[in-house]
């Protein structure tokens, strides 16, 4: 199949009719893409908010080290 044969398939195929089963099949197969994805950052969010309030235990631990009073300077 050269070039032009191929082109024109993918044409015909793009602009065919779809049956509705070919339409909820793509916007499932979307969905659960966009969920992957929604999971991912959510991880990444948790991940940050742990790192992050570790870091402020430990940051505060040796601020009370260094420090008389234990505020900020």
């Known amino acids: 199949m ?6 024109l398939k993918y044409f015909k195929d793009v602009l065919r009719q779809r049956f509705i089963r070919e339409v ?5 197969r979307d969905a659960h893409l966009r969920l992957l994805e929604a999971e991912t950052a959510a991880e990444h969010s948790h991940a940050h908010i742990q790192f992050n309030s ?11 080290q260094h420090t008389s009073e ?3 300077v």
């Not at 909820?24 to 499932?28: F, G, Q, T």
């Not at 570790?54 to 009370?64: D, G, N, S, W």
Request: cysteine-free; glycine content about 8%; proline content about 0%.
């Open 24 to 28: 909820i099949a793509l916007e499932l």
């Open 70 to 72: 234990g505020d900020y």
């Open 54 to 64: 570790a870091r402020i235990k430990r940051l505060e631990q040796r601020l009370h």
């Open 2 to 7: 050269g070039f032009r044969d191929s082109t």
